[in-house]
């Protein structure tokens, strides 16, 4: 049996004994070594170390669980997953009870059940908030548990009304406390998975809470918005801000012209909320609903993909040039991409005084907005301010992304309303339309057509190779050296990964790269994001040029937006699908993207990072330090 | 604000198992406790800059402070009276000196007077069962405490 | 004189560092077998053997090792640690320098409950003292390469730090929350290094075994129960205080030598142990019959055994960690279950769940005070019947308001 690691293997939280199991140091000899096992009267042989609930699993026999999470290091406080082992007089936790000797375990007997029965019962006894009103309804372990061990009264009653206020503060996430369980995944993902640390247990006993620092809003301290709390949260007590009724307004405004741009991962991932297996691709048949739902053009973030690489290329061959040729000092190498708005948030508050390494590109979200209330506004006769701009994304981050103040420079609000896979999932279903069997239909012209590498944007490793394909063509010439364009030694689940190029037989204008080894890295979740920064801090990345970091574990298709679960085999099946997408589009490149080509022959004219790009396609960044209370937002 | 960081990080080899052993965070409560003899309380600065030297979030210090009674993160009253609810403090009529602290003092058990000279709390068993009712005084432990000790109590506080 | 009666082992007569030096002659493996062979159990409550516990520790093939001494002993009515750390401080250190050599530690620790800050300075002043008498630090009475010293760790006001996995947790620097166990102290403890947590107790114990040899430790006590206990009686009794008594005393010898009249029940055990009601008084204190930590808590016939209960189970409530589901939701429950079973509004049935949700949290929870927080509950009121009428209304009460 593979153990994976889990994602979170070495934090600064964790107790040392629960990163990873180890077993009695007297039998490390014996590590690798198989036992006898006992579930349910089947037996099975497991390496030591396995445990109860992986050995379980093995052959199919399921316990529920409600703290563990496959991305998370062991917690074992719910206790719902509880079994009887032969010998042990108390029942033992099995998500995190290693075995080392031949022991018989049950996981129904007449205790275990009852004792299930009861920790059900406790847990729904403070959990304030109707399944009916609840954003998780159909969606919720705690109702799943609640269905599967066939509660219908409370055994040792209710809570009759809320503890805690909601709060709304943020512009991404809601927290509404009443609702929690107090399985501790927020806080082992925020503090562990992502090191940007939020949220934790406050008080104890029964006056336990989840709180941030000084139980201030979200909003006042350093979340980034990422929204990894939210997939990973059992119940409703964390969930996205929605806007849906707002796009709604603005779709039944006749006044309006409504038109919304869908990334790459929802696409690979919103079937998920219809039934279909996790990496399935719907691109099409979500172009067809989006249609039928009333948005006016059903564009493509592709495109603006595509505006991104040829943007950030340029930018960091003009970074390059500056570095080698003008032998400048001062110039940030290496150059990091920017359009992870969690990503952005995280070094803003923890590394301000690097933001100069960081691309001066916006993402892909905000320049579609701009080029939408520009260019398109322009070309097709409408006026900018009857365009209501909405964003499908994967992320929730994304939400806080189209609020910042500087996110106006086509002198409207660029991108008016962000909406989460899950959202619009929800729209697509109250419209009654049946995702899985639509007829396939393509985006809206003219910002419809995107790339393959625009595409793989949604996958760790998928900027950096989408701007290898298009950097390395412009300067020799050349496709990359890699069968069917599959860059691998960048694609991957490692949490850092590195690799390089050398360039060589270079075009003339660019003869100053001749024999240079291009060095890049790619990093997803902040965690690694803060290691990397680190390396930056000590100076260990100077021969490095180029860094993507994706704040979210697995890149954008495992955002904060995303369909809950979320789990490794969740976020490998959509990145397969991503890929296997790429390969099937005309366009693998970005520079070959002929809306591309027109839209610098007939509007930036200046050509990429050129003045009116500046204007539109740039952004600057907010030093907001991580001191939580003076000017941090 | 006393300081003891020891900002040793080791790394061991242990057949082929690599574990870092970072000894940094057990300077945290060693430090909460110092901030609190000084200043009776942890106030919001110290706790972030408590944070940044032990490189750790300050939600984390919050969370570890609201967990021992204690710690506090409110500035509480000069001196703290502290009475045990143990069993056999009631036994031996610990609700006769609650009642007497609260009528002398003026407040009731949890607040502070209004001079914020003293503090009155509950607390569990201090391990003075012998000499029930007991109640703590600062560090002190006082013991076999009646009605008539707690005035000459409060005055030696209030003076000093 | 707060030692109320000197017993056989703890309060025995021994000459400073006699045991250290035995110890020394005895060696690594020495140690080890005598603390085996004695059957000593741990003295904290929990009562795992501690010669198995050391020689995990000794086993386990790490550079470093850690020995603690926990004293943080919060169990209501227990204050002999209180009495034995401040009489016999160097005894409890000496013991420790015992455990460092038998499993190969060069750090010590005491984890002292932040209540008992004022002996702060009386153990520093030991502790310098040891030093200077050249049996902390380095080359240990001689012996060369064997090195120990001892730090001193304080509490903050945490009952659940005296479990051992808590207070290592405390120790980290972070909330005293239990850890998963397995896999255990002995084998990741302190920082992830392999850790020994024994009572203040255990450790003056192991000084008398190792000198004077595990058989004359066995011949006193029981056959299942070698040795003697340390107990703190108060209460409804003369002579409240601090009794060291053979195992095999039964409550009733118990209720004499603390000069108890009228007794209803004896709490053996503090909140975490059980009720012993008159009728079962020729029970004895053993592991095997009424295991104890020390504490020992008297009522007479005055005494409300459902207030009592009351008192108890709020404890545990202010000291739970609130890790896990049964004992941090439990508790409540329980809490109101006696609420209502004082005002005569509980119903059979509902005791009945009552009864369950008891089971429950004995079997499900994480660590040991979630599972021994309703043992005093139940057995409160299995043996008083008298002292509640349930209610024979068939509706149960379902209402809860935050």
């Known amino acids: 049996m593979d153990r994976k690691k889990p994602f979170a293997q070495s934090t600064s939280r964790a107790p040392i004994s629960q990163r990873k199991q180890e077993i009695n140091k007297a ?14 009267d089947i037996e099975v042989r497991v390496p030591k170390g396995t445990t109860i609930l992986e050995a379980a699993k093995s052959v199919n026999v399921k316990i529920p669980t409600l703290c563990q999470h496959d991305d998370l290091c062991l917690a074992g406080v719910c206790r719902v997953c509880v079994v009887e082992v032969e010998e042990e007089l108390a029942l033992q936790a099995s998500c995190s009870y290693p075995i080392s000797r031949p022991i018989t375990v049950k996981t129904y007997s007449p205790k275990v059940r009852r004792a299930r029965h009861n920790i059900i019962q406790l847990l729904l006894r403070n959990h304030y908030g109707e399944c009916y009103s609840c ?6 372990e705690l109702q799943s ?4 061990y066939g509660v219908t009264s409370y055994k040792f009653g209710h809570i009759e009304s809320p503890k805690y206020e909601k709060d709304e503060s943020s512009y991404a996430v809601v927290r509404d406390m009443n609702k929690c369980v107090l399985c501790r995944r927020c806080v082992r993902t925020c503090i562990d998975l992502q090191e940007v640390g939020v949220l934790e247990a406050i008080n104890r006993g029964a006056k336990t809470k989840i709180e941030t620092y000084l139980d201030k809003p979200l909003n006042d301290v350093v979340c980034i918005n990422c929204g990894q709390c939210i997939n990973r949260c059992p119940t409703g007590a964390l969930k996205a801000k929605d806007p849906a009724q707002d796009v709604w307004d603005a779709i039944d405004n006749p006044k309006k012209h409504v038109i919304i741009q869908t990334a790459p991962s929802p696409r690979a991932a919103i079937g998920e909320e219809f039934g279909l297996p996790a990496g399935t691709s719907v691109t099409k048949k979500l172009n067809t609903a989006l249609k039928r739902v009333g948005f006016d ?3 493509d973030t592709n495109f603006t993909a595509d505006l991104t690489v040829m943007e950030e290329g340029t930018e960091l061959l003009l970074r390059l040039k500056k570095a080698l040729v003008d032998k400048d000092k001062d110039v940030k190498l290496p150059q990091f991409t920017s359009c992870s708005p969690g990503w952005v948030k995280y070094i803003e508050h923890f590394y301000p005084d690097k933001l100069d390494y960081v691309s001066t590109c916006k993402s892909p979200q905000q320049m579609f907005g701009a080029v939408v209330k520009t260019w398109y506004a322009k070309r097709n006769n409408i006026e900018p301010k009857d365009i209501v701009s909405v964003s499908l994304m994967p992320c929730s981050a994304k939400k806080f992304e189209c609020e910042r103040p500087e996110m106006s420079d086509s002198g409207f609000k660029d991108v008016d309303y962000a909406l989460t896979t899950r959202e619009v999932a929800n729209m697509i279903k109250e419209c009654g339309i049946d995702l899985p069997n639509l007829p396939d239909s393509s985006f809206d012209d003219p910002l419809g057509i995107g790339s393959g590498a625009a595409l793989i944007f949604g996958t760790t490793g998928g900027v950096m190779e989408a701007a290898i394909r298009t950097a390395y063509e412009i300067v020799t010439g050349e496709e990359v050296p890699f069968k069917k364009l599959r860059i691998m030694p960048v694609r991957g689940t490692e ?5 390089e190029l050398p360039i060589r037989k270079t075009v003339k204008e660019w003869q100053f790269l001749e024999g240079v080894t291009l060095k890049v890295m790619i990093g997803h979740g902040t965690a690694n994001a803060k290691k990397i920064m680190d390396m930056l801090c000590k100076g260990e990345l100077s021969d490095y040029h180029f860094i993507e970091i994706m704040a979210c574990p697995g890149g954008c298709l495992g955002g904060g937006g995303q369909p809950i679960p979320t789990s490794p085999a969740i976020r490998e099946a959509r990145a397969k699908a991503i890929y296997a997408e790429d390969e099937g589009l005309p366009y693998r490149k970005s520079h070959d993207n002929p809306i591309i080509k027109q839209i610098y022959k007939e509007f930036l004219t200046d050509g990429p990072c050129g003045h009116l790009s500046h204007k539109l396609l740039h952004t600057s960044y907010t030093p907001r330090g991580k001191w939580i209370g003076k000017k941090n937002k | 604000m006393e300081k003891e960081c020891a900002t040793k990080k080791i790394i061991i080899r242990n057949g082929k198992e690599i574990f870092v052993c970072d000894e940094t965070r057990s300077q ?5 406790q110092g901030v609190q003899a000084k200043k009776g309380y942890i106030s919001d600065k110290d706790m972030q800059k408590i944070a940044g030297e032990l490189g750790i979030h300050p939600v984390e210090v919050y969370s570890v402070i609201t967990f021992y009674s204690f710690l506090t993160v409110e500035k509480k009253g000069k001196h703290m009276i502290r009475i045990s609810n143990c069993i056999s403090g009631e036994i031996a009529g610990s609700e006769k000196i609650v009642k007497e602290f609260e009528k002398v003092l003026k407040i009731k058990v949890g607040e502070t007077t209004k001079d914020k000279k003293i503090t009155l709390e509950g607390t569990s068993c201090i391990g003075m069962c012998d000499e029930a009712p007991a109640i703590m005084v600062d560090d002190r432990l006082i013991g076999k405490v009646t009605p008539k000790m707690i005035n000459k109590i409060i005055k030696e506080l209030k003076c000093g | 004189m707060r030692i109320e009666r000197y017993g056989p082992v703890v309060f025995s007569e021994i000459e400073p560092y006699a045991g250290l030096k035995q110890a020394l002659r005895l060696g690594k493996k020495g140690i080890l077998n005598t603390v085996k062979e004695s059957n000593l159990r741990g003295r904290g409550g929990a009562g795992f053997p501690t010669g198995l516990k050391w020689s995990f520790a000794a086993e386990t093939d790490l550079e470093r090792k850690y020995v603690v001494c926990n004293a943080d002993e919060g169990e209501p009515g227990t204050f002999k640690d209180r009495v034995l750390l401040t009489e016999y401080t160097c005894l409890v250190f000496e013991g420790m320098i015992i455990g460092a050599l038998a499993i190969g530690a060069e750090k010590g620790f005491l984890y002292l409950r932040g209540e008992y800050r004022s002996f702060l300075s009386l153990f520093e002043k030991e ?6 008498d050249g049996v902390l630090g380095k080359n240990i ?26 207070l290592i947790e405390s120790m980290e620097g972070q909330r005293g929350e239990p850890r998963n166990r397995p896999p255990f102290p002995v084998n990741t403890g302190y920082n992830g290094w392999p850790t020994i947590v024994n009572n203040v107790e255990t450790f003056i114990t192991v000084v008398h075994i190792i000198k004077k040899g595990a058989d004359w430790f066995k011949k006193i006590g029981t056959k299942k129960s070698a040795g003697s206990k340390v107990l703190s009686i108060s209460g409804d009794c003369k002579k409240p205080g601090v009794y060291e008594v053979a195992f095999g005393v039964s409550i009733k010898d118990i209720l004499k030598i603390a000069g108890a009249a009228n007794t209803k029940a004896v709490q053996v055990g503090g909140a975490s142990g059980i009720c012993v009601p008159a009728s079962e008084f020729n029970r004895k204190l053993a592991y095997e019959d009424l295991s104890t930590g020390g504490s020992v808590i008297v009522f007479n016939e005055k005494r409300k055994m459902l207030d009592v209960a009351e008192n108890f189970l709020k404890f545990f409530g202010e000291e739970s960690c609130g890790q896990c589901t049964p004992c941090r939701e439990g508790i409540p429950v329980l809490l109101e279950g006696i609420k209502l079973l004082k005002k005569g509004e509980c119903t059979k049935n509902y005791l009945k769940d009552l009864f369950s949700l008891a089971e429950t949290m004995q079997l499900a929870s994480k660590c040991g005070l979630g599972q021994s927080s309703s043992k005093a509950l139940v057995s409160i009121v299995n043996n008083f019947t008298k002292e509640y009428t349930l209610s024979k209304s068939k509706r149960k009460e379902k209402k809860f308001d935050g």
Do not use: H, Q, W
């Not at chain 3, 502790?127 to 200077?132: I, V």
């Open chain 1, 27 to 40: 039998g490390k000899d014996a590590l690798g070594e198989m036992v006898n096992v006992i579930v349910n």
């Open chain 1, 135 to 140: 954003a998780r309804n159909n969606n919720c």
């Open chain 1, 145 to 148: 548990l609640a269905k599967e």
């Open chain 1, 297 to 299: 053009k059903v564009f």
């Open chain 1, 495 to 499: 949490g850092i990964r590195t690799a």
């Open chain 2, 28 to 32: 945290l409560l060693p430090i909460l």
């Open chain 3, 127 to 132: 502790l310098k003292r040891m030093r200077k």
């Open chain 3, 141 to 166: 009475m001689g012996k060369k390469g064997f090195n120990f010293d001892i730090d001193i760790k304080l509490g903050s006001g945490a009952y659940v730090c005296g479990e051992e996995t808590a």
